[in-house]
């Protein structure tokens, strides 16, 4: 019977064994195919792992993008995915009209180098099934941004509930695409021809870039020659997503048949209409040429335009972009240097962004004014695009100094998520310099802020380090801050690092400091930390140490007995009779006839003394009695 029992005993357990380790691999194999199901047999995969879909951007918004990183770096990147399912429907022709235009898209951005054009970080390359490429980290497409949900994860993220932009990110947004058409104008000799939400990127630093150059026109002149762009009717028998969005086409296209790089510029004040009206251009022509036909011909005069909320520094260049006549439009160079960007945020980001070409004397003027600049700004601008930029600067350590204050202040406004995931990352290279030190100086004086939105096991990893190495250094300013901030993070420190690594640091500090202050601010430290300490580690270590001190100055005698107070009246700790009458008393009666202590520093000794030794006298006498009477119940 019990054989029985044992053998139904045995084979319950090798089931549910057997079942959690296939339960294990079914989850593992889910997972995975999660994963591969982002890119599945593209060549991309390869160099890139694609982690979370983000957004989608494109004509359509046909590609999807995905968060990743580089394989071999780890550097962060973004990864543009094209399924050509989404093609099946579409007649044949038309099918492979879409992916040529695609294809040239992707081909025409690569060769592109700007600071405004999305930097392509691995060429386009084609399965079966998709077409990919990766890029630089990304955040999302203007249209995303403007509500636009085509192609983006369902349910949307959360991210993208009530977001707006800020008026100094559109300013600076549009400034930095009239930068991007200025270079495609005057240095490419190319045309767009479809600038519209969804082919304006934001990286993940918030900056805006040209994309989605797939029906752009280069220059067909020789170089003596002036410019010449040969004109494409637009067809409407094809597929919508396979011509420019018509609701932000130039009206040329049905009133002259012409082309040239006022073209872009159109777009552009239909794009400026747009962001001040919840993402709504001036005219919807539901995708039918006809309707935008008759919406160029009945529009003639700008001047009937509704532009009232389009605000008044930018609403004339807005209504000469608008002109039904190309050559009275701004050009992209004119309309980057008008008025309405001179304005202190949008100075401070285009300065971040040229600092590069500056000496380390302008920086530092620069950095030292940040400050004052930084409570104008809104916080999301100065998390995503000021402190990425100053993180650039702490390559060289002599500019960290002039740009760790500024990355400080805005940590102050950060939540803690915010600051784990923007601004810890950036900080423990930094935590690790003891040159120039001044940084380290900073560090000690916003320590508190540190030790509260960093976790814990950074803390261990990264900001008790630096407590070491500003306990070692010569700087008096930075050795006593140290000592104020121990305390705060003792709870966090482990009982091996305690021993081993603090303690011993702090005590070769008191033995060894030439400052009165710094001496007695170990002291004070020693018995703030005092409760985190194990009972016998306050005997064997601290009390033969206090022992050890030279000095005999009041401030110092009187720290000595702080720490003899705390530990006789905490309850963790506590002093044996033997350890009080054997080593204690004796030592603290010499220092209550040191002639620098105060009649009241004396009574205040003198209290502890008598403490004491009323303790001694107590424990002791309770113990004899005990003795005796176990004596006398032995007789």
């Not at 200025?182 to 805006?208: D, M, Y």
């Not at 993402?279 to 022509?285: D, Q, V």
């Not at 240097?337 to 285009?350: I, R």
């Not at 999301?380 to 100053?390: F, Q, T, Y």
Request: with cysteine; aromatic share 8%.
């Amino acid at each position: 019977m019990d054989r029985k029992v044992m053998e139904s005993m045995l084979n319950k357990l090798r089931s549910t064994v057997s079942s959690a380790a296939n339960s294990a691999v079914s989850n593992a194999v889910q997972i995975a195919s999660q994963v591969s199901n982002y890119l599945p047999g593209n060549p991309v995969t390869r160099e890139f792992e694609a982690t979370q879909h983000i957004a989608s951007a494109g004509p359509g918004l046909v590609w999807k993008i995905y968060k990743g990183y580089k394989k071999s770096t780890k550097q962060d990147a973004a990864i543009f995915l094209f399924e050509k399912r989404q093609l099946d429907k579409w007649d044949k022709q038309e099918r492979e009209a879409m992916l040529d235009k695609l294809r040239k898209g992707v081909s025409q951005l690569t060769r592109l180098r700007h600071p405004q054009v999305l930097t392509v970080q691995h060429p386009l390359e084609e399965s079966r099934e998709t077409l990919a490429f990766a890029t630089e980290p990304v955040f999302a497409s203007l249209a995303n941004v403007l509500g636009q949900t085509e192609n983006m994860p369902v349910p949307t993220p959360p991210v993208f509930k009530d977001y707006k932009l800020y008026d100094v990110e559109i300013k600076y947004g549009l400034m930095q695409v009239s930068e991007g058409l200025a270079f495609l104008h005057n240095s490419v000799k190319t045309v767009h021809r479809n600038i519209c939400p969804e082919n304006i990127v934001l990286n993940h630093q918030g900056a805006w870039k040209l994309f989605g150059f797939d029906f752009c026109v280069a220059n067909q002149a020789t170089a003596d020659q002036p410019p010449f762009w040969p004109f494409e009717e637009y067809d409407s028998r094809r597929h919508p997503n396979c011509q420019p969005h018509l609701d932000y086409l130039a009206p040329e296209y049905a009133l002259t048949h012409t082309l040239d790089t006022a073209a872009d510029l159109f777009p552009l004040g239909v794009l400026t209409y747009a962001l001040f009206n919840e993402g709504r251009p001036i005219f919807h022509n539901n995708q039918d040429f006809s309707t935008f036909k008759r919406n160029c011909c009945e529009y003639k005069n700008p001047n009937s335009l509704k532009l009232q909320s389009v605000p008044d520094g930018i609403r004339d260049q807005v209504r000469l972009l608008l002109h039904a006549t190309p050559q009275l439009r701004p050009d992209a160079l004119q309309l980057s240097k008008v008025p309405y960007f001179d304005d202190v945020g949008v100075k401070t980001l285009s300065y971040l962004d040229q600092m590069f070409q500056w000496d380390n004397m302008q920086k530092s003027q620069f950095y030292k004014s940040l400050p004052q600049i930084i409570h104008q700004l809104p916080h999301r601008v100065c998390v995503l695009r000021i402190v990425p930029s100053l993180v650039k600067e702490c390559i060289n350590s002599t500019m960290v100094p002039f740009v760790l204050p500024v990355i400080l202040l805005v940590a102050e406004r950060a939540t803690k998520e915010e600051f784990v995931e923007h601004i810890l990352p950036h900080l423990k290279p930094i935590m690790k310099l003891t040159e120039p030190v001044q940084v380290m100086l900073q560090l000690m004086q916003k320590m508190e802020l540190l030790l509260g939105k960093t976790p814990a096991e950074d803390v261990r990893s990264d900001a008790l380090p630096l407590l070491y190495r500003a306990l070692e250094c010569d700087t008096q300013q930075i050795q006593e801050l140290c000592l104020s901030v121990i305390p705060t993070c003792a709870h966090l420190v482990e009982n091996h690092a305690m021993k081993n690594a603090l303690l011993p640091r702090i005590k070769k500090l008191c033995l060894g400091t030439g400052y009165l202050s710094v001496r007695v601010n170990c002291l004070v430290c020693v018995g703030k930390i005092l409760e985190h300490l194990d009972r016998w580690l306050v005997m064997d270590d601290i009390f033969p140490f206090l022992e050890q001190i030279p000095s005999r100055e009041a401030p110092v005698v009187m720290a000595i007995v702080g720490i003899f107070k705390v530990a006789l009246n905490h309850k963790k700790l506590g002093i044996s009779k033997e350890i009080l009458a054997t080593k204690v008393l004796p030592f603290l009666f010499p220092l209550s006839i040191e002639n620098s202590l105060t009649p009241t520093q004396h009574s205040a000794i003198m209290v502890l003394i008598k403490d004491m030794t009323e303790r001694v006298e107590s424990e002791h006498r309770t113990k004899l009695e005990q003795l005796n009477s176990i004596k006398d119940e032995q007789k």
